[in-house]
């Protein structure tokens, strides 16, 4: 349901929805409340409500700080990951030119697939929280297979040669660490407290009574609000691959990997990457 909601509606869109609809359902049911149960704006029973209140205030809080600490934490790993990986790619390409033509050829075709395969086949998946391992195994293999076909033939090229290696080692690891980033997701149990508690909170703030009606109205209000938006950086940072502030791609079309984006990728490029396409 959270990745349908973000991938179909914006953000704005998502936070009129769930603050507004928040804020709404909120003063509706103090109203009601109020209503029903005239007594309760003498505030006869504040002091119980207000103990109440602020306990559950303040371990409700405490759950959703936490809750939205580690995801936003995992929206930065996520990020750095995505970053690491398409700079071992980009340097694969700048350890390429010091092998002879055919060999640099062979390798550019190999990276310029894996490249393209994850940009446009395997992040539509992540997008969706259902990404293939063989969406880009094949094409990852592919440059496994140049390197291991290839024997260095000099003291500068076994030295590239090791470099490349180790990058691409690299890359098959951070590739297997964001495939299993992109299936993480809030372990039901912290989806319950973080969605529940705001169930068992925001009504009662009904039972506070004030004389005043729009000093009650502000108060519930402020309340949904505060939750609401807390609720909305759950939703949001929960899938770091879907939605408007979504991990992008852009790594993988940058620096030396930009030379695989105006070539076709089943060509090797005409060219090697200028000094200011650095990884």
């Known amino acids: 349901m959270s990745l349908w ?21 909120a003063v509706a049911g103090s109203m009601y409340t109020r209503r029903r149960y005239p007594s309760l704006a003498e505030g006869e029973h504040n002091d119980m409500v207000g103990v109440t209140l602020g306990m559950f205030g303040a371990i409700y809080g405490i759950i959703l700080a936490f809750v939205i600490v580690t995801l936003w934490t995992q929206l930065e790993s996520t990020q750095t990951v995505v970053a690491t990986e398409a700079t071992d790619a980009a340097l694969i390409a700048r350890d390429a030119a ?53 024997e260095p033939k000099t003291a500068r090229e076994e030295v590239f040669y090791e470099e490349a290696v180790g990058h691409l080692n690299d890359v098959a690891a951070q590739r297997r660490a964001r495939l299993t980033m992109a299936e993480q997701q809030l372990p039901p149990l912290l989806q319950l407290l973080a969605f529940g508690g705001a169930l068992v909170l925001i009504p009662l703030t009904f039972l506070y009574g004030m004389r005043r009606r729009r000093i009650q109205v502000l108060f519930v209000a402020s309340v949904a609000g505060l939750i609401g938006f807390s609720l909305l950086l759950v939703l949001v940072l ?3 691959f879907a939605g408007e502030l979504s991990v992008s791609p852009a790594p993988y079309r940058q620096g030396a990997l930009a030379q695989y984006w105006t070539e076709s990728p089943d060509q090797p490029p005409n060219a090697a990457p200028t000094e200011e396409n650095n990884p």
């Open 5 to 25: 909601l973000l991938n179909h509606f914006s953000t704005f869109t998502l936070t009129v929805v769930i603050v507004g609809g928040t804020v709404a359902l």
């Open 98 to 150: 010091a092998f002879p033509a055919p060999v640099r050829d062979r390798l550019d075709v190999a990276l310029s697939g894996y490249v393209h395969g994850v940009v446009e086949k395997q992040w539509p998946l992540m997008r969706a929280g259902t990404p293939e391992y063989d969406a880009t195994a094949g094409k990852l293999q592919a440059v496994f297979e140049v390197l291991q076909s290839y």
């Open 238 to 240: 929960d899938r770091p």
